[in-house]
């Protein structure tokens, strides 16, 4: 069936509601008005206010109530409506959701997932713009999710549903409705920690997620060149070995990323890469992404996030060199 991202997203929890009875959506207008992206459209109709809960605007309070409910034995799967709100719940996330089962030496787990829409490109502020990746990469003990695609979207939400750990599940705004793809009606998984070689080629290696996947894309076939994409899908536990195949085997590489330059997610991949394949690379590495700092006002967003220009500029310095 053709669907977006939103329907992949919903058609995925829904599934999930009717599979768990422990499984649980909260977070804020994500009952009665179906979430600020219509993600949950018509859940709370189909399973009720107990399944399909709305909750105050306090962003603590519903990672810290998914927390407690997913020590308890259920299934929460919390939605905070921006990226930029989940800062309030991050002392949540990193010193209790993280850490619980090292903490009891695995004696408990934190089976939960926190939803929420991330980067930019739509012309919205900057607290509903950011690209946090990295700041929960960083934290041991959470699993990072991000997909490029509608069959991705699901099949990653049903395997971190499936999963023990907690899952902060990363949704390209620009992505929710740019474009359809044929996704299955019945479940199925698309497995976490495995990056999707969505090219391939021999020149070069050009190692991206999220938003810049389609804009990657659209790039290489532009300027015809033989390259391996590869969509990450998962950034924590980043696919290594996927990345470090490719770049030995093209020694080429460019990394492009909406987050920051600066410690962005880019810095880890060209530091594994140089660490583990630096003698089969024919070329420095190079980056691109946004700005190291905050994000700035609509009118000048382009100026400031990856554009395709900036993409065939790297591509034919690395090719170059």
Known sequence: MLMNM?????????????????????????????GVFRVTDGLQAKFGPGRVMDTPLAESMIIGTAIGMALSGMRPIAEVQFAGFMYM????????????????RSAMSVPMIVRTPISGGVRTLEHHSDSPETLYAHIGGLVVLEPSTPYDAKGLLIAAAHGNDPVIFLEPTKLYRLFKQDVPEEMYEVPIGKANLVAQGESLTIVTHGTMVPMVKSVVEKKKVSADIIDLRTISPLDEQAILDSAKKTGRVVIVHEAPLSFGPGAEIAARIAEKAIFEL???????A?????????????????NEQRIGKAIDKVLQA
Do not use: W
């Open 6 to 34: 939103v329907g992949a997203l919903n058609n995925a929890l829904s599934q999930i509601l009717a599979e768990n009875p422990n499984a649980i959506i909260m977070g804020e207008d994500v009952g009665k008005d179906g």
């Open 290 to 306: 946004s700005g190291s700092f905050p994000y700035p006002f609509p009118a000048y967003e382009t100026y400031y996030m990856p």
């Open 89 to 104: 719940g991050y002392d949540q996330i990193v010193n209790h959701a993280a850490r619980y089962r090292s903490r009891t």
């Open 282 to 288: 024919q070329a420095p590495i190079v980056r691109v």
